[in-house]
């Protein structure tokens, strides 16, 4: 049904935006975490600027990504050499690429479920002894899991999607960084590839229904766990 | 263990100014009206209000003193702290709750405390349940527990019954009750009803416009007529510590004895010996300068006009000294003028009512 090259596609995208989530979500709960309870300076802009992957079109982020971890820019250059790390023309800069785009939509849904959380709670937990690290693992995480999952979902939704960054930083190299949209638009280049579009989109449309599914099954059943 | 107050602290315009000191066991209440400042005084206790100025001891350990900068963070003060609204855990089962505080104790209370407690509470069915599948009354009583089992130097109680209807109060009461009559720790309960404070504390504090401006014993400060022009609220009338003396079951009747005399009740269902608050509305006093001798009531009681105060343009707060006890009648002023009542004076207290606790009550009201 599917050929060997679009199954390295599929396979290649999951595997993307898995890395891509997984590795943004720590981040995006240690900053929701410290934006909705402390206050400081210029929390506005760094608030501000956290959201901008967001808005800004994909394929700038690319570029910036290109100027700035390319094998012979400065950063890039200094990566490899010390460190042995590579992302240019590699399937770990698509991650990349892609856990930056998505990451507001993990931090806006972590944020709001962290700001969602009764203050008094934490103060009955204070009065009864425990830290803050002890209030962030047993209580912030667990009541802010509904939004946690919802933020990872979307991200890892949103990735599988993700197009200009990609094809800017990485370039569109089979079994590389050929995500399943960029075979899609590989396909409909070559002559006689209408089909393979097609497949590949409604293979798209299969995984987003997928997604979707499990990620209102989990919702109810983390709900359910937090107490809401 | 012991606790000392005194703090000021300026809350947008609205200046808090608290000096007290607790030295036993038992309950205080913290008596005002709503917006008077007390739950700000109970945060600054707990330390989730931190005082511009002041100091706070808690059982020898200073937790707070503005000048020398200490200040101890709220979840090293092992202070225990029941909020108005429970504030349960909603991911945790109730027992998961109670043990949170017991867990996270320097030195955490035996496993047997926490059978006592969960006894005490009648709490051993809950124990599974989730706080969300809880009704009003059934979460105040994991609050008041889990914060029990923290090994609390102090509890704080904030209205912990304000937020419930009288039938969900009626089930709380009796284990606040308990509480206070096992009381092993100091307890401050704060509270803008005189019923509840009639009820369960031992000592009041009263609170008003942010300042503590008296305190005393609970029941003298009821009667207490200067108290009661303080704040504001027309004289409660009188709470009167009693012990069951006899049942006269024949007659229906009950006798409470107090220091001062004996009062008739309705049957009681409690036990000879045991001991009983009763209140006497202001209301419902009369005085008489010579003994009534036909008369329906059934207490009269010779006592001496300890205090005398014009209230509005009626009426007269009368305090009356029965041996001991303390309490207050209201007549007219007309009646006042007519007995030519003063200080020292004796007089007949002639009570149509004495309210007990409808609990105790062997007859449906």
Redesign the interface.
């Known amino acids: 049904m599917l050929s060997p090259a679009e199954i390295e596609a599929l396979l290649l995208s999951l595997r993307i935006s898995a890395v891509a989530v997984l590795c943004a979500l720590p981040v995006a709960i240690a900053l929701a975490a410290l934006l909705a309870h402390r206050r400081f300076p210029g929390k506005a802009i760094v608030d501000g600027a956290l959201h901008l992957p967001m808005v800004l079109p994909p394929v700038v982020v690319g570029y910036l990504l290109l100027i700035l971890l390319g094998t012979r820019a400065p950063v890039g250059a200094w990566l490899l050499q010390h460190l042995g790390i590579r992302f240019a023309f590699s399937w770990t800069g698509a991650a990349l690429a892609s856990g930056i785009i998505t990451f507001p939509f993990q931090f806006r849904a972590i944020r709001l479920s962290i700001e969602a959380i ?1 203050s ?2 934490g ?9 803050a690290f ?1 209030r962030f693992v047993n ?1 912030t995480l ?2 802010a899991l509904p939004g946690i999952v919802a933020g990872a979902v979307t991200a890892f939704a949103a990735c599988l999607g993700e197009f200009g960054a990609i094809i800017t930083f990485v370039s569109n190299i089979p079994g590389e960084t050929r995500t399943l949209p960029l075979a899609i638009y590989s396909a409909l280049q070559s002559p006689g590839g209408e089909a393979e579009a097609a497949r590949l989109s409604m293979l798209a449309i299969g995984l987003a229904l997928i997604g979707v599914t499990l990620a209102e099954f989990a919702d109810r059943r983390i709900r359910v ?4 | 263990m012991s606790i000392s107050v005194r703090i000021r602290h300026d809350l947008g315009g609205f200046k808090l100014d608290a000096d007290f000191a607790i030295d036993k066991p038992g309950i205080t209440a913290l008596f005002g009206p709503s917006g008077s400042g007390k739950t700000s005084i109970v945060n600054a206790i707990a330390g989730l209000l931190r005082p511009q100025d002041g100091s706070i001891v808690i059982g020898g350990e200073t937790v707070l003193d503005t000048r020398s900068g200490i200040f101890v963070p709220p979840q090293l003060r092992r202070v225990g702290y029941v909020f108005q609204d429970a504030r349960l855990f909603p991911h945790m089962s109730v027992e998961s709750n109670l043990r949170f505080g017991w867990r996270r104790a320097p030195v955490p209370a035996e496993e047997s405390e926490f059978a006592r407690v969960v006894a005490m509470l009648s709490l051993e069915a809950l124990l599974a349940r989730r706080p969300t599948k809880l009704s009003g009354g059934e979460k105040n009583r994991v609050a008041l527990g889990r914060a029990l089992l923290s090994s609390p130097r102090i509890l704080l109680l904030d209205e912990p019954l304000a937020a419930l209807d009288a039938a969900r109060k009626a089930e709380i009461l009796p284990y606040l009750e308990r509480l206070r009559d096992e009381a092993k720790l100091p307890m401050l309960y704060v509270s803008h009803s005189l019923d509840e404070v009639a009820q369960l504390a031992d000592s009041v504090i009263i609170v008003k416009d942010g300042k503590t401006v008296a305190q005393g014993p609970v029941f003298d400060m009821l009667a207490d007529l200067d108290i009661s022009a303080l704040t504001g609220t027309p004289s409660f009338g009188a709470v009167i510590d009693t012990r069951v003396s006899a049942h006269r079951e024949a007659e229906g009747l009950s006798v409470l004895s107090f220091d001062g005399g004996a009062l008739i009740v309705p049957l009681l269902r409690r036990q000879v010996g045991q001991r009983l608050r009763v209140r006497i509305r202001a209301e419902d006093v009369m005085l008489a300068a010579e003994e009534p001798r036909t008369i329906s009531a059934n207490n009269v009681l010779l006592s001496t006009v300890a205090n005398l105060r014009e209230t509005g343009s009626t009426h007269a707060d009368v305090q009356l000294r029965c041996g001991n006890a303390r309490f207050v009648a209201r007549i007219t002023r007309a009646s006042a003028h007519r007995l030519g009542l003063k200080p020292g004076m004796p007089m007949f207290a002639v009570m149509k009512s004495v309210i007990v606790d409808p609990q105790a009550s062997a007859v449906a009201p």
């Open positions: 009764d008094g709670i103060d009955a937990a204070k009065t009864l002894g425990a830290s002890d209580l667990p009541l766990f937090a107490g809401r």
